[in-house]
């Protein structure tokens, strides 16, 4: 972050709240993004922005939170623009990049905020592997829209002035983008159900059970795996139980790494370790007691948040949740 200015021996009068903004700020441009590295280097911008100001104009700004986040969607908004150019001539399938640990950041609403509570999601739900795929499908005034509004709870009029339409147009993308979730996510697992599922798949693996994999998968159940060209991944998704279960079972013979129970963007998932380091994630989608859909990650420069230890429940040794 950019070392604010001083004047003389007077310090910025407002470097405590610009500096409290930085965790909700990074949570807002995960969301849009999918990047926790680009979303750091959003709010890193945006800073450097807020900094570049004069003193007297900085002093000026009625709400340095509003002003903040302002400037953070709309660099958002001119990236996911690009992003689309970017990630077509990406190498196999893209997934946005896997979180350890519990990752609801944010805030509560800002003030003034008027959303329709049914019309939104929890901060916990938002960053989930699931979510965030549906958001990789909309158009970047829809997904910045839907964020602001149905996450994070900024008014209509507000989110206009970010996204330069009239609160109606946006009304009319949030509900677009609304029916997109509606239509992709149907109800999650409960998380203790979830665990469970998760924990059993990870025991079937590690056996080669191919019958027990079976009953734990969705006969239309799909893998997704990202390697960016850096690691070998499956070039296109594996789809049905059947083929899921005999390439893990494959994998299980062929791979010496450990898994790992973790928790991947706030929910039950695996990581695999060879020599302490982590060399896949993956998250799931459970929905009636079977796994929909497994998420990947082994593109080395989206595991970096990752380390030996981390994303483990307190306490686990290793075991993840419980």
Not at 93 to 108: R, V, Y
Request: charged share 25%; proline share 8%.
């Amino acid at each position: 972050m950019t070392t604010p200015p001083e004047e003389g021996d007077r310090p910025d009068p407002g470097l405590d709240a610009i500096i409290s903004e930085r965790r909700q700020l990074i949570g807002l441009a995960y969301r849009m993004l999918g990047s926790l590295a680009e979303a750091e280097d959003v709010v890193q911008e945006t800073y450097a922005r807020w900094y570049a100001m004069s003193p007297r104009r900085r002093e000026a700004v009625g709400s340095p939170g509003g002003w903040l986040t302002t400037v953070a969607s709309r660099i958002c908004l001119d990236l996911l623009g690009s992003a689309r150019a970017r990630r077509e001539r990406y190498v196999g399938e893209w997934i946005p990049e896997p979180l350890p640990g519990h990752a609801g950041w944010g805030g509560g609403p800002p003030h003034g905020a008027t959303a329709d509570p049914a019309d939104r999601v929890t901060l916990d739900e938002s960053v989930s592997m699931a979510f965030l795929v549906v958001l990789e499908a909309m158009t970047p005034a829809e997904r910045v829209t839907f964020v602001l509004h149905d996450v994070f709870r900024y008014p209509f009029a507000d989110v206009a002035e970010i996204v330069g339409r009239s609160p109606a147009a946006c009304r009319q993308l949030a509900s677009s983008a609304r029916r997109r979730v509606r239509a992709a996510r149907p109800s999650a697992a409960p998380p203790a159900q979830q665990a469970r599922v998760v924990r059993e798949f990870k025991q079937a693996w590690e056996a080669g059970d191919i019958g027990a994999l079976l009953g734990l998968l969705d006969p239309d159940a799909s893998v997704t795996g990202d390697g960016g060209g850096l690691a070998t991944a499956m070039p296109h998704p594996v789809e049905g139980a059947e083929r899921i279960a005999r390439f893990f079972t494959e994998r299980a013979r062929a791979d010496r790494a450990t898994i790992r129970e973790c928790t991947v963007n706030g929910q039950p998932g695996l990581r695999a370790e060879r020599d302490g380091t982590t060399v896949s994630v993956m998250a799931f989608e459970v929905v009636d007691g079977r796994i929909r859909h497994i998420w990947t990650v082994l593109n080395p420069d989206k595991l970096r948040p990752w380390t030996a230890g981390q994303g483990e429940a307190p306490g686990s040794g290793g075991r993840g949740w419980s």
